[in-house]
């Protein structure tokens, strides 16, 4: 699916729909966030989080991931950015983080490649100030369920 966000607006309403796509899923899901620095991956992960009823979702630069749970989900919002190698994610636990309905969203997924689940949902953004290119990829039997509902 090929999209063009020609404002913020845009970019939220995606993240929003993709997020209520998500809500009724009952088993883990895994989001890869691809692009270069300012392609506004958090920007897309943040609305997707906000979705949920969290309002302060910061970026887990300097954290590695960042958890948000209520009584309706786990969201677990990681960024590779600074790894130096992919053992890292191991190191955290990454495994612990795939239980339940939960979802991963991933910033940076190929620079934790051999350590991550497969992407259910890909997302590759590009593109600078105001306007984006976003190619959304449906990858698993769940992704591609999900797919039904972002088109319907």
Same mark, same amino acid.
């Given at each position: 699916m090929d999209l063009i966000l020609k404002n913020l607006n845009d970019t939220k309403d995606v993240a929003e729909k993709l997020a209520q796509c998500c809500s009724d899923i009952q088993s883990?899901?895994?989001?890869?966030?691809?692009?270069?620095?300012?392609?506004g991956k958090t920007t897309f992960a943040q609305y997707f989080i906000r979705y949920f009823g969290f309002d302060r979702v910061k970026s887990p630069t300097y954290t590695l991931v960042e958890t948000y749970q209520n009584e309706n989900t786990d969201i677990h919002h990681f960024d590779c950015y600074r790894l130096t190698d992919p053992e890292e994610l191991e190191f955290i636990g990454i495994r612990?983080?795939?239980?339940?309905?939960?979802?991963?969203? !991933?910033?940076?997924?190929?620079? %934790?490649? /051999?350590?991550?689940?497969? @992407?259910? !949902?890909?997302?590759?953004?590009? %593109?600078? /100030?105001?306007?984006?290119? @976003?190619? !959304?990829s449906f990858e698993t039997e769940l992704g591609k369920s999900i797919l039904e509902c972002a088109i319907g």
């Open positions: 883990h899901c895994v989001i890869y966030l691809i692009g270069d620095l300012g392609a612990e983080y795939q239980k339940g309905k939960s979802f991963q969203l !991933i910033e940076w997924p190929e620079l %934790g490649k /051999g350590a991550l689940a497969k @992407a259910d !949902i890909s997302i590759k953004l590009s %593109g600078y /100030g105001d306007s984006r290119e @976003a190619n !959304i």
